[in-house]
């Protein structure tokens, strides 16, 4: 059993999405976040870092996103209910449209 599903099994009450779903989602971002920072580890050791610097970048923000994500997954109140709310075809999506539009134009790949 994983780390984060042995504390998120301690938590009182229930969330929207299923404990176990949570725990692989907490696992795969850890798990990410770490073959990011471990590349960029191996880029630095290249003999031309220079040409490594669009790598780097890509790893650091790759990690930054899956280290904020586990944060947001894990807290029990996050109000995931309203982040879920933000999905394309989620009937309160309309609501979060504005602001998803600003996310897409931002990283057209999110979508």
């Keep these: 059993m994983s780390y984060a599903r042995q504390l998120l099994d301690t938590y009182t009450g229930t969330g929207i999405v299923d404990v176990g779903v949570r725990a692989a989602a907490i696992d795969a971002l850890s798990d990410c976040a770490q073959a990011c920072i471990a590349d960029i580890d191996a880029d630095l050791s290249e003999h031309n870092v220079t040409d490594m610097?669009?790598?780097?970048?890509?790893?650091?923000?790759?990690?930054?996103?899956?280290t904020a994500t586990i944060g947001v997954t894990s807290?029990?109140?996050?109000?995931?209910?309203?982040?879920?709310?933000c999905l394309p075809g989620r009937p309160s999506s309309a609501r979060h449209r504005p602001q998803r539009r600003r996310v897409l134009d931002l990283f057209p790949h999110a979508g």
């Design 75 to 85: 807290r029990q109140a996050c109000g995931c209910h309203e982040i879920a709310a």
């Design 53 to 66: 610097v669009a790598c780097i970048r890509l790893c650091l923000d790759c990690a930054d996103v899956c």
